[in-house]
């Protein structure tokens, strides 16, 4: 059964990519771990491997294109398959609508609200569990190949992530000082829940931990 391939979500703040490159073109065997594609984030150009194998049998972005997260990117499946019913569903996905947000009825509610929310100090880039494959819900971490307290360069491997598809290295777009870990080693959690936090040397560790700690998502112990 053919598989869609969708615009993944390479860093924590992308909501867009651009199609570098293609290395495989319709007709093409393709087999998993086979690099697809060079994808161009707000942050880095990197490499798209596939989790799929088969005939790519479609390509929804043509080199140089620009498309939202989780819109068609390719399509895998068996040749000769027909896969007209599953371009139109994905050339005409929705994105469904956020819930509304309750907005405090009086200022007075707001800042109250305001004043038990931590500051996060100036200058801390939250990282977020990225979305590594189309079909990825949470991530496990792996390994952390950086402790708190050590200097982070960008481009530099700050972990080791599984996902429902295979174990991958994640690399810093931030440069900095690690100051906090949301994860540890074999511990799981959903996509865009907080990772971990760098910034500049100095910083209290403290209050970032405070700040995250307001919305951070809980983690999930692997078994």
Sequence with gaps: MAELINMPRLSDTMEEGTLAKWYKKVGDTVKEGDILAEIETDKATMEFESFQEGELLHIGIEEGGTAPVDSLLAIIGSKGEDIQDMIKGGATAIVPAAEPTKVPESSTEVAESKSEKPAMPEGVEVISMPRLSDTMEEGTVAKWNKKVGDPVNEGDI???????????EFESFYSGTLLYIGLEEGQSAAVDSVLAAIGKEGTDPEAVKAAIASNAKPAVQAE
């Design 158 to 168: 700050l972990a080791e992530i599984e996902t429902d598809k295979a174990t991958m």
